[in-house]
Structure formats: structure tokens, C-alpha cells
């Protein structure tokens, strides 16, 4: 390198010491911006073959990769393309690729999705069974992992024993928040009302799983020993394995299942179904909001073992506390990443947790991947006028569409 060529580079270097602030705020524009921004400075550098003190400028342009950079959450159809720049999304293909960022930020923060290493056999024991009207009930565990066996509940209808040639639909049924008796929840007639859709369904003629939720009442499987780094990865991954499970056995329909929760399992539904495409329909009851909107912005949810941040949730995002714009993905992305399966999202009106009119900004985002996919009419969004709660109407309104979807 020569000697001018040299200083101007030290000189370069120092100058960006002196504006380093002025790029960060500037950084503040380029976030939904292009992915390679250019900056424009003139540095001052020796004339050669001139007296000590002559000094002329020189355009200088600097180019920062901007790679990065955070893609906006309300306009799904643009992506990067292979050189880092924003360009529209006009196909399929150009979609995917928008897709796999998505699914790149959710693993930023969630951590890495295992591969076959946590695979093993499942090892499904029966702990015990109870006859209910219409359906056989098991209390199961299976091995999600080497060293981390899942309980679950697995409801079995009748008609398997009087039809056994017939396969019957299955769906996994995310337990809400519950620390007392978890995912029993769900199948116990006893528990909150509104709650137990895996024993409606199973009257209703469906198999359906319902493993617990990681550190949840009775289940305390050490996430730190097991390699993981948020409780959401670990759900999604129990589930997946459950999934794995209901295809295993003889009496199920492995062609495509449903997925359903309310609150915490409204959420835990949408992640699991962002990874794992076996899942045709997914119903959403309370379990969503922008993390903007979340709590209305209040920064105190965002402090370590709070809200979203907790242990069994995604620690990582305490990391994002005061600028909860740059968190590498939301429900705007998830929600577009799941086109075009089916999905039922209800959002009552006077939920406490999250917003309606954010839901509806979700939907308004991700529908326009679902009308590039040719199925606008994939996306529902309901408003019942309640509170946190999952009322009967909007539960019927998820049983047809499990109907519609799962049994053509």
C-alpha cells in the first residue's frame, strides 16, 4: 500500500472515532431503509508534491453494511436480496427469502432449532388412564429428548375402538398459564371455564395431545443443563415432538394437524407452527400482540424475569429494553410466515394483556403475503366482546374450521 494511501486510512479511521455518534443516529434512519447505505464525508488528506501545510479534500464514500438491519414488520413485501439490498417482494421465491430472515431473527433470540442430536426415541409411557364420556383419557410422558421426558395428556375418542380401520384428525392443544395443575387445564371439566377444548375436540371426534408447558407447575426440566436458551424454543420443540408422537401412532391421520391455545398457548401455538409445517391450522386465542404494543410500551415489562423476558420466555429480549424497534421479528412476521395455512386469531376487546387494534395491524401486515399467496380469505381475526377469556362462540367458530380444514 502507499504511503498516502496509508495515512489517508489512519486518517479515516480517526474521523470515524470523532463522527461515531453521528453514524449511530444516523444508523436510526437506515433501519427500514436499504440494505447497504452509503455515507458521503470528505477527509482531509496531504497533497503530494506540495508544501507541509496544502492540503486539499477528497469525496470519500463510505459504505456501511447495513445487512442487518432491521426490515420493516409492517411491510412484509420487501426482502434482501443477495448483495443486501431491499427489494420488493413480487414472487413466491422473493417471499421465502423474507421468510428465512424471519425465522433467522426468531432464532437470534430463541436460539438455535436442534437438529438430529436431540432426536431419540419417544418412549411413550402411559401413566395412567380414566374412561371419560366419549373418549379414553391418558395421562402420557414421552422422551422429547436424551434426559427430558414431557407428560402430556393424550385423549383418544371411542370411535377408535368401534372403527379401528378409520384414521381420525389430530391436534395439539396448548395449555394457557397455569402454574397450579398446568396442562390439565385443558382436559379437566373442574378447571376455568373456557378452557378445555382438547376434551371438546376429543368429543368431537378429534386425538389430541396436550404436553405442559416448560417450567409450568409440575414441569421443571432444567433448561440450562439441556442446552437451551428460552423456555419458548423448548415448548416449540416438546411440540414438535408431540407431533412426532401423534404420527407414530396407528389410529391418526398424519397428513396434517391443527393447533390451538389460549393466551400462553395462544402464543406457543403461532411459534410452534412457524417451524413446523405439518400444522394446517392454527387458532390463536389471546396470545398476541405487537411487542410494541405490549402492556402499551411499558419499559418496566421489559426488565429480566418480566413479561416476555422471563426464563421460561426469551430472556434475550431484556436485551431490547428501550428500543424494542430493533427486536429482529413480531407478530406481523410470524403471523405472514404461516401463509397460507389457515388461522383463527381472536383478539376479545377488553383483553387486559394485548391490544385489539394491534392485532388488527398484525393481520392488516401479514395479510398481504396471504393475498400473494392467493388466499386472502386464510386470516381471520375475531373481536368478542369480553376480556381475556375464550368464549364458546369463538371456540365453535375454531372446531369448524378444524372441521373445514382437517377433515375436507
Partial sequence: MSEWKKAFSLVACISLVVVGDWIAETNQKWRTGAGRSSLLFQAPVAKQASTAKAIHTIDVTLVVDASHARLPRENLLVFRDERGKSSPVESPGDWSKRRQSILDGMQSVMGRMPGAEKRCALDMRVVEAVQRPGYLEQLI????????????????????RQTPERKLPAVLCLHPTDNRIGHRVVVDSDAKPNRQYASELAKRGYVTLSPSYPLLADYQPDLKALGWESGTLKAVWDNRRGLDLLESLPYVDARGFGCIGHSLGGHNAVYTAVFEDRIKAVVSSCGLDSYLDYYGGDAARWRPEQGWCQTRYMPRLADYRGRLEQIPFDFHEMIGALAPRHV??????????????SVDRIAKAARAV???????????VEHPDCDHDFPVAIRQQAYQLFDQVLQP
Avoid at 396471504?370 to 381471520?380: N, V
Wanted: hydrophobic residues 40%; charged residues 15%; glycine residues 6%.
Fill in 344 to 357: 383463527l386469531i381472536s383478539a376479545p376487546l377488553h383483553d387486559g394483556n394485548f391490544q385489539a387494534a
Fill in 370 to 380: 396471504y393475498t400473494l399467496l392467493g388466499h386472502p380469505d386464510h386470516l381471520r
Fill in 141 to 160: 410422558t414421552y422422551q422429547a429428548e436424551p434426559g427430558s421426558r414431557v407428560p402430556a395428556y393424550l385423549l383418544i375418542p371411542d370411535s377408535v
